[in-house]
């Protein structure tokens, strides 16, 4: 039994998604054990010591920040609370859940860092324009990834560096965390990362996720009002 851990980031409204991805996490890897990292800064007492089904949560509370804030500090957070003793590491945010009855052993044994981007057209074709890698289908996504111990240390503390960095500056990436991880595939070694299509591990079900959030099913980028900070 392998020890996989999952972090994931909810805050406001949409810990009330978190409900949906816990429903599918029983059928993914269903005989390794998932220890979840949620953090929010809505606390929902009925996750406390939550324990069934080889899936246990860790809940911690988080500040609300607002977009994209909370998107440059995840790598800092997931380099909080991950350590040696995790065979492997998620990181889910709110859009997806787990494909039911995923169960790929060789990816939990693979050294490199797992990538996914989506394929889908016009989602995938107005990101990729955007890249400023120019790494063509190589663009992928921050929302999901996946890698042992140090390959994910090591992308956190690149896309963290980066953030830092433009954040002395008041400026923030066109694409906020996920500018920041492309630029790190674009500068490490490709015998060091695999890219995989999103739907080949995870589902996106906007219409069952936003439910009752009064959320429509657009893609929407929101920069919020961030006073002295550019973004480029």
């Known amino acids: 039994m392998k020890n996989i851990k999952i972090v994931y980031i909810a805050t406001n409204k949409y810990i009330e998604r978190f409900k949906y991805f816990l429903e599918e996490l029983k059928y993914f890897y269903p005989n390794d054990h998932k220890e979840v990292i949620l953090l929010s800064n809505v606390h929902v007492h009925k996750y406390d010591d939550y324990n069934h089904n080889n ?31 995790d065979d492997f590491i998620f990181y889910f945010n709110s859009n997806a859940y787990p494909k039911r009855y995923f169960d790929d052993q060789d990816l939990l044994n693979d050294d490199r860092l797992i990538c996914f981007r989506v394929k889908k057209e016009g989602y995938f ?23 042992n111990y140090n390959s994910i240390l090591e992308m956190c503390n690149y896309v963290t560096n980066r953030v830092n960095e433009l954040l002395r500056k008041n400026i923030i990436d066109k694409l ?12 490490l070694d490709s015998s060091k990362y695999v890219i995989k299509d999103w739907y080949d591990m995870a589902i996106l079900d906007y219409e069952r996720f936003n439910s009752g959030l009064g959320l429509d099913n657009k893609l929407h980028t929101h920069y919020g009002i961030l006073d002295r900070v550019e973004i480029y």
């Open 55 to 85: 899936v246990s949560i860790k809940f911690y509370m988080i500040d609300h920040y607002p977009w994209p804030i909370i998107a440059l500090f995840k790598m800092h957070y997931i380099k909080k609370f991950i350590n040696e003793n």
């Open 176 to 187: 906020h965390d996920e500018t920041a991880l492309n630029s790190y595939i674009s500068v």
């Open 125 to 147: 074709k107005t990101w990729n324009d955007l890249n400023p890698f120019n790494q063509e289908i190589k663009y992928v996504q921050s929302g999901l990834f996946g890698g």
